[in-house]
T-cell receptor, first 110, second 112 residues
Framework: QKEVEQDPGPLSVPEGAIVSLNCTYSNSAFQYFMWYRQYSRKGPELLMYTYSSGNKEDGRFTAQVDKSSKYISLFIRDSQPSDSATYLCAMSAGDYKLSFGAGTTVTVRA | DGGITQSPKYLFRKEGQNVTLSCEQNLNHDAMYWYRQDPGQGLRLIYYSQIVNDFQKGDIAEGYSVSREKKESFPLTVTSAQKNPTAFYLC???????????FGQGTRLTVV
């Protein structure tokens, strides 16, 4: 079993829809949670970072963490074609290592 | 501008050759990382370094080597011992005590 599970999709939504992405994890030592966005043939860029259970909002993006269920989510409101990318979740126990999900490919149709 | 620079963007290698990928950062981060990305497999850690002149193997270090002679530089050599080197390679850096990693734009290596 992988430490971090993420549905690779692909996920296709119409412009303006809410995109819902999620990851599950098995390591209860994970305390820090990140979401990265990666455009084709580019390096990942950090979107959201959180370390507590609950919601964190930044513009159209909301990151949600449920440590009791070992489940994290990213919601994108009012999705735009420019949101079309692969979204990676990442987690850390506070040491050197970051564990990544496989990434979910999202396409927002105009 | 602060950031991480990887070069070259595209690299072609003949079978049996060693090749070195460059990674330079001016973020003054202590920790640097090399990841390999294959379709559907996410990012897998090759090597990491938390301080100059020190580095550790990650999950898939076989066939790779690194050096960390300067804080800002962490080159990766893909040796002929790496059986399946065609992949997208990502370098990252991170400040000690923080958990977010920042990535370069990647190098796509193809064996021909």
């Amino acid at each position: 079993q992988k430490e971090v599970e993420q549905d690779p999709g692909p996920l296709s939504v119409p412009e303006g829809a809410i995109v819902s992405l999620n990851c599950t994890y098995s390591n209860s030592a994970f305390q820090y949670f990140m979401w990265y966005r990666q455009y084709s043939r580019k390096g990942p860029e950090l979107l959201m970072y959180t370390y507590s259970s609950g919601n964190k909002e930044d513009g159209r993006f909301t990151a949600q963490v449920d440590k009791s269920s070992k489940y994290i989510s990213l919601f994108i409101r009012d999705s735009q074609p420019s949101d079309s990318a692969t979204y990676l979740c990442a987690m850390s126990a506070g040491d050197y290592k970051l564990s990544f999900g496989a990434g979910t490919t999202v396409t927002v149709r105009a | 501008d602060g950031g991480i620079t990887q070069s070259p963007k595209y690299l072609f290698r003949k079978e049996g050759q060693n090749v070195t990928l460059s990674c330079e950062q001016n973020l003054n981060h202590d920790a640097m990382y090399w990841y390999r990305q294959d379709p559907g497999q996410g990012l897998r850690l090759i090597y990491y370094s938390q301080i100059v002149n020190d580095f550790q193997k990650g999950d898939i270090a076989e066939g790779y080597s690194v050096s960390r002679e300067k804080k800002e530089s962490f080159p990766l050599t893909v040796t002929s011992a790496q059986k399946n080197p065609t992949a997208f390679y990502l370098c990252a850096s991170r400040e000690v005590g923080y958990t977010e990693a920042f990535f370069g734009q990647g190098t796509r290596l193809t064996v021909v």
